[in-house]
């Protein structure tokens, strides 16, 4: 797809900062008047473009803390006013940006949950109609680049010209050493469609304890993302929610520190050693692709062969020996097993689905032969261009 255009202000027309970069700090939950005022002078003294604070909390289960609600969107407000500061929470329904509107909070945002929800969304943007408030945009829990352009799209619609959108990582089945991991390549693909969309990221949610916060933020910057939002308490361990995961406000200051920012800009054609080894990918990927071909074509033909004896085009045993096989072989290359696993998934999937464009022999031939399996070897069919070909799967 193309990139399309969105009409959105720059980074620089926002009433913010960037210190020096787009930077959000805050604690999870807005918890007392002095927790939030405490955090936001202690922030103060460091890089930080935005005081962040929840007072609606969107958790798993009831009984959890939910949210200080209303009272605490003055107590944000100030302490954003103490420490020089615009205040941003999350707004998950009409009823919240309206009490944001009111309380005279600078920016909103809509949580993962929520973009998830097109009415959901939907409704906020209705409320935002006629206001122009900086929205930004969290990426819906599961990887699904459209819903979370859709929900960019709604706000847009309605009028907003300040819209950023934040990656906090994805809810996934497998299990993950992170709460939610990061797929770099969904924000990346959003920033090739909607360019001029400032892009942000939430180490925190996607790391869900302190210790490889540092790292995720690293790489957001390594990206050229536009900013972080981090969760930063002045007592993470008293925290009511998100404990885990939230830094005092020197490890926010120490994290900073010692993040290193890469120019904007295609740096790397000054190298003639790097534009070798572009030169060498680009000849590496089309093999690749030739190799990938072939593997089909012998994927199509052992579909054939499948549909005419009628044998089911899944066959367990050997996908799951195919697998655990290639992530070995991977392993001892030093590719990373999960890459090796997800590739090769994606390959058989889309072995699965050629073979399934192939009609059965039903289909094809009201009377297909009775000929037991083991009898019927080798009547593999050869498609023109895949007759000299040597297939071992
Ligand atoms: C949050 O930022 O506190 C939050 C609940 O975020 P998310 O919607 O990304 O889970
Ligand atoms: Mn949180």
Not at 133 to 147: F, Q
Not at 230 to 242: K, L, N, T
């Amino acid at each position: 797809m193309k990139p399309r255009k969105l009409d959105v202000d720059h980074l620089r027309d926002w009433p913010v900062r960037p210190r020096p970069k787009f930077m959000v700090a805050g604690p999870c939950s807005v918890e007392s008047e002095a927790q939030v005022l405490q955090t936001a002078l202690h922030l103060a003294a460091y890089d930080v473009a935005v005081l962040r604070g929840g007072i609606w909390k969107p958790r798993t289960h009831p009984g959890s803390f939910e949210g200080i609600g209303v009272p605490g969107l003055a107590w944000l407000k100030k302490a954003g006013i103490a420490a020089g500061l615009p205040v941003t929470t999350e707004a998950a329904n009409p009823y919240h940006v309206e009490q944001c509107l009111k309380a005279g909070i600078d920016i909103l945002w809509i949580g993962a949950r929520t973009t998830t929800n097109p009415f959901a969304v939907q409704e906020i943007a209705d409320a935002l109609r006629g206001v122009n408030i900086p929205v930004m945009v969290k990426n819906p829990m599961n990887a699904d680049l459209e819903l979370w352009i859709g929900a960019i799209e709604r706000i847009h619609n309605a009028g907003i010209t300040k819209i950023m959108a934040v990656h906090r990582g994805f809810s996934i089945y497998r299990p993950s050493s992170y709460r939610n991991p990061p797929i770099w390549r969904i924000p990346i693909e959003l920033r090739r469609r909607l360019p001029e969309l400032p892009l942000i990221c939430d180490p925190s949610h996607i790391c869900g304890s302190r210790a490889r916060i540092a790292a995720i933020a690293q790489e957001a910057m390594d990206f050229l993302f536009d900013g972080l939002m981090i969760e930063v308490h002045c007592a993470p361990a008293m925290a009511r929610s998100d404990a885990a995961q939230q830094l005092t406000p020197s490890q926010y200051g120490k994290l900073l520190r010692r993040l290193h920012y890469p120019l904007a800009g295609d740096g790397t054609r000054r190298s003639s050693a790097v534009r070798a080894l572009r030169k060498e990918i680009d000849a590496i990927d089309d093999e690749l692709i030739a190799l990938l071909a072939r593997r089909m074509e012998c994927a199509t033909r052992i579909g054939s062969w499948k549909r005419n004896h009628n044998v089911p085009l899944l066959q367990l045993e050997r996908w799951e020996h195919v697998l655990h096989d290639r992530v070995q072989r991977s392993v001892k290359r030093h590719l990373s097993a999960s890459f090796a696993r997800e590739l090769f998934e994606h390959i058989h999937e889309e072995a699965l689905a050629v073979q399934e464009q192939i009609p059965a022999a039903t289909e094809r031939n009201p009377d297909p032969p009775a000929a037991p399996i083991d009898n019927a070897t080798d009547e593999l069919e050869s498609p023109a261009s895949t007759t000299t070909l040597n297939c071992r799967n």
